[in-house]
């Protein structure tokens, strides 16, 4: 039996491009958001009424967050790697969150203008604790989120 039209979030997968490399196994994103600034317009009609009109403003910028399994991969430190020794072109790289249905085929691209990262996390380490996942958590910076 098919799935509900409105569960359709189940098998969903995500990966993140970062100047063409694409990072997979991506498991959460967080601080995902498409939002601007809202400017209040305040202004006099010819006939002395006083009106109030808001107008979009600049986009907002922001912090998203990504975890994924560490399996040996060092992707992400490669990315603090290049944007310390100046890569990017000091204006932060071209990036995309890419979300995949269960077949693994693209549906939609969230564009981050200007990502760069602020710093990566290890998740806590135990020894001997067999039944962990050690993770990883990413946290970048963008100046603004295009949906494509």
Request: charge should be negative; glycine fraction near 12%; aromatic fraction near 6%.
């Amino acid at each position: 039996m098919p799935l509900p039209d409105h569960d359709t979030s189940v098998g969903h997968s995500f990966a993140l491009e970062v100047d063409g490399i694409v990072i997979t196994q991506i498991t959460e994103v967080s601080g995902l958001r498409v939002g601007q600034d809202v400017i209040e317009f305040k202004s006099t009609t010819p006939d002395g009424q006083y009106v109030v009109q808001t107008v979009p403003g600049r986009p907002d910028a922001g912090e998203l967050t990504l975890v994924r399994p560490q399996r040996g991969g060092n992707s992400f430190e490669a990315w603090i790697a290049d944007v310390r020794a100046g890569g990017g072109g000091g204006g932060g790289s071209a990036a995309a969150v890419v979300l995949f249905d269960a077949d693994g085929t693209p549906i939609k691209r969230y564009k981050l203008v200007a990502a760069a990262p602020k710093h990566l996390e290890v998740s806590t380490i135990t020894s001997g604790d067999d039944a962990g996942v050690l993770t990883e958590k990413l946290v970048l910076t963008y100046e603004a989120v295009e949906v494509e």
